[in-house]
């Protein structure tokens, strides 16, 4: 086998292989779309209706001072590492 068959069979088989990738994920492009256009023709991508509510810490009451404490916090680190 000449150097020239060898290059000529190395590119086929390399055009064989990045066909067969592109393939798999053209298929794989066709499945995500049409599961998401199921999802949504079933309707289970809506919410529940009302989002969730936060649920308040026991010392809720102190959450000024703590956002306050967390803010000059965050200034002083800001000032000291620019």
Same mark, same amino acid.
């Given at each position: 086998?000449?150097?020239?068959?060898?290059?000529? +069979?190395?590119?086929?088989?390399?055009?064989?292989?990045?066909?067969?990738?592109?393939?798999?994920?053209?298929?794989?492009?066709?499945?995500?779309?049409?599961?998401?256009?199921?999802? +949504?023709?079933?309707?289970?991508?809506?919410?529940?209706?009302?989002?969730? +509510? =936060?649920?308040?810490?026991?010392?809720?009451?102190?959450?000024? =001072?703590?956002?306050? =404490?967390?803010?000059?916090?965050?200034?002083?680190?800001?000032?000291?590492? +620019?």
């Amino acid at each position: 086998m000449t150097i020239v068959e060898m290059l000529g +069979q190395s590119g086929v088989l390399t055009l064989l292989g990045m066909g067969i990738v592109f393939g798999f994920l053209l298929i794989l492009i066709i499945c995500v779309t049409l599961i998401g256009r199921l999802i +949504q023709a079933i309707g289970t991508d809506k919410d529940s209706g009302t989002p969730a +509510q =936060a649920v308040a810490p026991s010392g809720s009451a102190n959450n000024g =001072a703590v956002t306050a =404490a967390i803010s000059a916090a965050v200034d002083e680190y800001r000032k000291k590492n +620019q």
